[in-house]
């Protein structure tokens, strides 16, 4: 039982690159979601997932895309990287009652 | 909206000694969960603790407890001895009647002093 798993954990993008940071869970949790966090704040929600095939946006979802198409995999999709985006990534699933599980995190930056 | 504040971006603790970090929260909802998360200088988010709305007892996990006041909407974290690994940033944060989706705060950097 691995929980939750994030890759790359570094990435360096130039400025308009696209790239999809992966997560994966082996829990079997419906719910999972995409947070970022910038230096000296807490952690803001991109986009969720309440199921396979269901997705819906956060609080700062511009700039990316996700989609679910399996109960493990919900992929974060930068379309074209801008220095804006430089951030830590992380992904969460959620079991019951009211667990929420982290993964390492993805730290991103853009140049 | 829901809202997550706290006020203290930063604390100093004596070794052994307790300490309370300060949450106070917004939202209209009824049904709400209430959530403690470390994280140390590794990056990684630690959980520490969780309060349910209806919860009548305040939680407690460890050395570490929640002080729950539902009418002020303040859910404390308080630490109790504490130690030299528990110096890292602290996070309050929310989550909605849906579930699933987290609030945070800015956080509170805890520094415990030998």
């Known amino acids: 039982n691995a929980g939750v798993t994030q890759t790359p954990k570094f990435q360096v993008l130039k400025t308009g690159q696209s790239m999809t940071l992966q997560c994966a869970q082996d829990m079997n949790h419906e719910y999972m979601s995409w947070y970022r966090q910038d230096p000296g704040m807490g952690l803001r929600l991109i986009h969720y997932?309440?199921?396979?095939?269901?997705?819906d946006q956060g609080e700062v979802p511009n700039g990316y895309n996700v989609s679910r198409s399996t109960t493990e995999d919900f992929p974060l999709r930068l379309l074209s990287a801008a220095p804006s985006q430089t951030s830590v990534y992380f992904c969460a699933s959620t079991g019951r009652p009211y667990e929420q599980y982290f993964g390492p995190g993805t730290r991103l930056t853009v140049t | 909206a829901q809202k997550i504040t706290q006020t203290q971006p930063g604390m100093f603790v004596q070794e052994k000694e307790a300490v309370t970090l300060d949450c106070t929260y917004d939202t209209s909802d009824q049904s709400y969960g209430l959530f403690w998360y470390k994280q140390p200088s590794s990056g990684e988010m630690i959980f520490l603790i969780y309060q349910g709305s209806y919860d009548e007892q305040n939680a407690t996990e460890g050395r570490y407890s929640l002080n729950f006041q539902k009418a002020r909407k303040s859910a404390n974290l308080v630490i109790s001895a504490s130690q030299l690994g528990d110096s890292a940033m602290y996070f309050c944060a929310m989550e909605d009647n849906q579930g699933g989706k987290l609030i945070f705060g800015q956080g509170t950097e805890l520094s415990v002093k030998p």
């Open positions: 997932s309440v199921g396979a095939g269901i997705t």
